[in-house]
């Protein structure tokens, strides 16, 4: 008997997932000088709302599919967060 299956850990990440994505669109409206960025990527996201906030990170990744080895890749370079973000998206 699995004690986690699929669902329960989808429900577990998105307690996390959905109020930083909502955070992030938020800002993207308030505070667009921020460059907060929201993207969904093999059934999570990868989250930016800013140098310094708290809400910026990757959640549910990889529950919907396999998760591309360029994210590591992009997500690890010298540029600003934000604009790894955006380059990672022109290219999946």
Known sequence: ME???KAFARRLEATEEVPQVHHAR???K???EVNAAAE???GGHMVFAGVGSPIGRAVGLGL????????SI???SST???ERLR??????
């Open 3 to 5: 004690f986690v299956d």
């Open 26 to 28: 938020l800002y993207q």
């Open 30 to 32: 308030l505070y667009p």
């Open 40 to 42: 969904e990527i093999s």
């Open 64 to 71: 919907d599919g396999p998760v591309p080895l360029l994210i």
């Open 74 to 76: 992009v997500w690890s």
């Open 80 to 82: 600003a967060p934000v």
């Open 87 to 92: 380059r990672l998206m022109s290219v999946l």
